[in-house]
Each structure stands twice: as C-alpha cells, then as structure tokens.
C-alpha cells in the first residue's frame, strides 16, 4: 500500500516543534513519497526545504516564487532559484502560476514572474507546478503561449476549476492533484471536476499545513491525511482508497520517474 502527497509545506514554521513526528506519522500511514514545496524570493528560503529533503530519503522538493511574491522577484531571485534548481532532490519548478482572489501582488506582475519562471522552467528541463486561483483563462493563455510545446509535463496543484477547465489542462499533458477541499460538503463542483478526471491523470495533496480533509477539519493539516483525500477520490471513481493510493503514486512517477528510489 503506497500514497504520495504531491504537495506540502514541510518547512513551514508550524511544523518546526514536531516535524519529525509529523513525518512519522506520514510513514505509519503508508505515506511513502512527500513532494515539499520551497518558495519564495529569499534564497534561504528555499534552502531549508532542500536540507530537508537531504535529511529523508522520501522527501523531494519543488523551488519557485510563489504569485503572492511576484511583486519582489527579479532576474537574480530567478538566478538563485535556477542555481537551486539543479539539486538532485528538486524535481520541478514551481509553485508558480497566478492568484486573482487575493492579488498580492499586481497582476501584470503576476503574470510577468509567471512567464519567466515558465521559460527558466523550460531552460532546466523541469515539468511546473502551477497555482492558479480565480484566474484560469489568463493562466491557460499563459501556458499555452510558454510551455506547451515543452513537452514537460506539469501539475495544476490544488485544483479548484471547472470539468471543461480539467479537459483543457489534460490535453497540454498536466496531471491533476486535489486537496483535502475536495471532502468540504459544499465542494460539489470541485467533486464533479474531480469526477470528470480520469483516473491516470490525478494526483492527491495535502497543500498542509492548510486545507485538513472535513474529518479533520479545524486541525493542522500534514501528510498522514492524505489519505483521507484519497478515499474521497475513490469513492468518486468506484475504487477502493488502496487502489487509488496506488494509481496516483503511479501517476506521480511517471511524471518524476527519479523519484522512484
């Protein structure tokens, strides 16, 4: 039995008094491969993600800046991300994208620091993970123009569109990962893009410490419940949790075929 989170904050301050016991309790649960994402536009940043994944074998690592910091990053924040880039323990770039629900940063920047990241992405010959919120069309345009003819693969991480937005996605070679919002009861549309989603094509997340599944609502999230996503999803596609433990960790390597060790 095998889940992969393909998308938590391992570095993140809330994990700093029992981030061993978290990654534990993610290995009891059959946990077995932990994507851990490292942004932002300060260097040491980053680096503390990738200590990380230095320190556990079932940890991997993911670098960029984030479109809430769009606004401070230039062509050296890029540079050093790039550096950074080359660890063996780094297996894309991301999380990039846009966020129009909060626009931390403008959006002309937003989609400035998109654009770069997506091409620095493509120079480095590393699949994206993408962040998009209430801002689909402008990403989809974005994607098409830079990374389409890429070839590289990617994930739109905590998906939160439409069925039709689902089926473009696939079609420029994307998997499709959900989180523990999936499980939210008023989450029905995100249930029916989850549904329109073949199974070869989805991945599960936590995005923790954020967005805990609905039976563990109101706590810290961490790997270990992942689990519970993956049941959501199965009960979606009329399998069980242990055979879409199995399917998502399968699409995840063929995405990341390194990660196999």
């Known amino acids: 039995m095998s889940f992969t989170d393909s998308h938590a904050h391992l570095a993140d301050e809330r994990f700093a008094a029992d981030r061993e016991a978290v990654l534990a309790r993610a290995r009891d649960a059959s946990v077995t491969r932990i994507l851990t994402i490292a942004e932002g536009t300060r260097p040491d940043e980053c680096e503390k993600t990738l200590a990380l994944t230095e320190q556990h074998d079932f940890l991997w690592a993911a670098v960029g800046v984030h479109p809430h910091e769009a606004r401070r990053a230039t062509e050296k924040?890029?540079?050093?991300?790039?550096?950074?880039?080359?660890?063996?323990?780094?297996?894309?770039?991301?999380?990039?994208?846009?966020?129009?629900?909060?626009?931390?940063?403008?959006?002309?920047?937003?989609?400035?620091?998109?654009?770069?990241?997506?091409?620095?992405?493509?120079?480095?010959?590393?699949?994206?993970?993408?962040?998009?919120?209430e801002a689909w069309d402008d990403c989809l345009e974005i994607l098409g123009d830079e990374w389409a003819s890429?070839?590289?693969?990617?994930?739109?991480?905590?998906?939160?569109?439409?069925?039709?937005?689902?089926?473009?996605?696939?079609?420029?070679?994307?998997?499709?990962?959900?989180?523990g919002n999936v499980t939210f009861p008023r989450a029905e549309d995100l249930r029916a893009a989850a549904q329109a989603v073949p199974v070869e094509h989805l991945l599960i997340e936590t995005d923790c410490p954020y967005?805990?599944?609905?039976?563990?609502?109101?706590?810290?999230?961490?790997?270990?419940?992942v689990v519970e996503t993956a049941a959501e999803l199965a009960r979606l596609h009329g399998i069980t949790r242990e055979?879409?433990?199995?399917?998502?960790?399968?699409?995840?390597?063929?995405?990341f075929s390194c990660a196999r060790a």
């Not at 063996?88 to 770039?93: E, G, K, M, N, T």
């Not at 967005?211 to 419940?225: K, M």
Request: glycine residues 8%; proline residues 5%.
């Open 150 to 179: 890429a070839a590289l693969g990617g994930i739109l991480h905590c998906f939160s569109g439409t069925p039709e937005v689902a089926r473009q996605a696939l079609g420029g070679g994307f998997l499709i990962s959900f989180a």
């Open 243 to 255: 055979e879409m433990g199995a399917r998502t960790t399968e699409n995840f390597l063929r995405l």
């Open 211 to 225: 967005l805990a599944p609905q039976a563990l609502r109101g706590r810290r999230n961490e790997p270990a419940y």
């Open 77 to 133: 924040t890029f540079d050093a991300i790039e550096k950074l880039a080359q660890s063996p323990r780094v297996l894309a770039w991301g999380e990039i994208g846009l966020d129009y629900h909060y626009d931390h940063s403008p959006r002309d920047l937003q989609q400035a620091a998109f654009r770069r990241q997506l091409q620095r992405a493509r120079a480095c010959k590393l699949p994206v993970i993408i962040h998009c919120r």
